[in-house]
Every structure is written in structure tokens, then in C-alpha cells.
């Protein structure tokens, strides 16, 4: 399946055998999970919830400072 991760920072196309994590996702396009926020269809995702087709995320980077 296609998971197609998309942001202002991100534009990733990655191809996942059987169902897998938003996590899972996020570590084969090469994001570090702890930096973004995931979200479907105005809906956030949890990075443990499991994907079982093809679909497009929205990608959401967190920053933050001092």
C-alpha cells in the first residue's frame, strides 16, 4: 500500500507491505515521529494507529524553543 505523507515540510511517497503504524510510516519516509503530528481528514492521528491502505496524511511539524 501508498502512504503518502504530506506537509509543509514533507512531501513522502512510501510503500508498506501489509498494515503497518503511522509511526512505522513516519520512520520509512525518514521523519522522527516525536517531531510531527499526523492527521487524516481534520482528525489527529495517534503515531500508533494502524494503517491498512492506501492514503494520503497530512504532516504537521512541531517546533518549539526557548
Known sequence: MEI???GRDYDVKVELDGEQT???ALLEAGI???TVI???DGTIL???TVLSQSIQLLVITISSGG
Do not use: E, F
Open 4 to 6: 503518502h505523507l504530506k
Open 22 to 24: 503511522v509511526r512505522q
Open 32 to 34: 522522527h515521529p516525536s
Open 38 to 40: 499526523v492527521s487524516y
Open 46 to 48: 495517534p503515531h500508533a
